[in-house]
């Protein structure tokens, strides 16, 4: 009995949500549910269906209609929408998507991405600490948990007040540790700079010089036997190499852009133009990047410290270069909806709302489409060009009413749906394959009533 009680219970809590049908002030758009900031509502031909957005993003109603409505919360205001969906957590992530600090106040230069539950580990550029108020790497000192000294390993030196001047605010002083590096103390706060490569700081002009022009890295280091190597075949690593010093072998990485060439005086072709393979290749050190042509918009590589992270948009949606975003396919310059989509809008079905004079710009009317391959999907046909939607779990596109419905309600879809139910949600779900027991609480259902 209690099988059949956990059963029952659980398909009226898979299914009174989707037969609930929510007020729309609009016949099409997305609206806000009141009090919860990461739900909103669709409405289509007036319509409405609550829906919620992954966990960790929030719903933002001040964005564009043809844009993805769920966003990262700094982008979204929530107002009086305090209320949050249970956080799906997983072992690294505390949502299933986001942005978080690594580390303590202390270490504050590393943070995570999670997407999918799934965490990304990012560096900042040296110097820099994560603010997650910005989700952007910024001066420690303007980070609110990180402590400064402690993440630099550097105190800005107390001077005394002079009467006269007041407090010097600004101040320079050379790295203890490496002459190539300088701090900077605003306020009694440290910022670590670099001079950058064959220079270091001159502490008698106060700037950066060549670095024979300073005494204290002017003297050269012993030499050493340095052997480089390539890096092993498997490694796919070809702008790397294992750098040899009596001994005592380093990995080490080329400059960005660039890569390794083992030199051997030996070669007969050293010194000529050679092509490489490599495993991946990066355009910069930091940014997002589209992959794939016309008809293959939805991936991107996102890329920090010089390693590449692919990452796919929700699926139907085009990488957008120019903003950033996973948008629709159509909004996307170099993106084929057609192509992308594998699906051609028709032309329009009927002409209407003729002007005056008889005209009427049919390129602003939308269409639905069933999807040609499941009954999950289906397509938007706005201004001529296709958007795919998809109408959820265990709900199927009507043809008829042109409208996502219960898919017992939609010829042809029940036998697919039936064994998507016994796998997913009985096996699963409840942790048992479908017996007699659980079999007997479906037909309770009136929801089954006559598919068992």
Request: proline share 7%.
């Amino acid at each position: 009995m209690r099988k059949i009680a956990v059963s029952f219970g659980l398909c009226l809590a898979l299914f009174g949500s989707l037969g609930s049908s929510q007020n729309c002030p609009e016949k099409h758009g997305r609206f806000p549910v009141s009090g919860q900031c990461d739900a909103y509502i669709e409405c289509t031909d007036g319509v409405g269906v609550e829906m919620l957005c992954p966990d960790g993003l929030l719903f933002n109603d001040k964005n564009s209609p043809l844009a993805y409505p769920c966003q990262y919360p700094i982008d979204v205001e929530c107002g009086p929408r305090t209320k949050l969906q249970t956080a799906v957590s997983t072992a690294k992530c505390p949502h299933q998507f986001g942005y978080y600090p690594l580390g303590d106040s202390s270490q504050c230069g590393k943070f995570k991405n999670c997407a999918g539950g799934v965490a990304f580990e990012f560096e900042c550029p040296e110097g820099l600490a994560w603010n997650k108020e910005t989700y952007r790497c910024d001066w420690p000192d303007q980070v609110a948990d990180c402590n400064p000294e402690a993440f630099l390993g550097f105190t800005c030196p107390k001077i005394q007040k002079s009467p006269e001047l007041g407090d010097e605010e600004i101040r320079t002083y050379p790295s203890p540790h490496d002459c190539q590096y300088y701090y900077i103390c605003i306020k009694d706060k440290p910022r670590l700079y670099n001079c950058g490569a064959d220079r270091a700081f001159n502490v008698e002009t106060n700037a950066c010089d060549g670095v024979e022009n300073v005494t204290s890295c002017a003297t050269a280091p012993p030499k050493s036997k340095i052997q480089q190597v390539e890096l092993p075949a498997e490694s796919h690593q070809c702008d790397g190499y294992i750098e040899c010093t009596n001994g005592v072998a380093v990995e080490k990485l080329c400059s960005d852009g660039l890569i390794f060439r083992n030199y051997n005086p030996a070669d007969p072709n050293e010194g000529k133009t050679t092509t490489s393979k490599c495993y991946r290749t990066l355009p910069r050190q930091f940014g997002l990047y589209r992959l794939g042509d016309a008809n293959h918009c939805g991936q991107y590589m996102n890329c920090a410290n010089g390693e590449g992270v692919v990452d796919t948009c929700p699926e139907g949606l085009a990488f957008n270069i120019d903003t950033y975003r996973c948008d629709w396919p159509d909004e996307v310059a170099d993106c084929s909806p057609e192509g992308f989509l594998e699906f051609t809008c028709p032309p329009p079905e009927a002409l209407r709302n003729v002007d005056e004079n008889g005209q009427e710009d049919t390129s602003k009317y939308i269409y639905h489409y069933k999807h040609p391959k499941t009954c999950t999907k289906y397509f938007v046909c706005e201004t001529g060009h296709p958007r795919l939607h998809n109408c959820g779990k265990f709900s199927a596109f009507n043809e008829e009413t042109k409208l996502c419905d219960f898919y017992n309600h939609v010829k042809g879809c029940e036998a697919d749906f039936k064994d998507i139910y016994y796998t997913q949600t009985v096996y699963q779900q409840i942790g048992a394959a479908p017996t007699e027991v659980t079999l007997e609480a479906l037909k309770l259902n009136p929801f089954f009533k006559g598919k068992f």
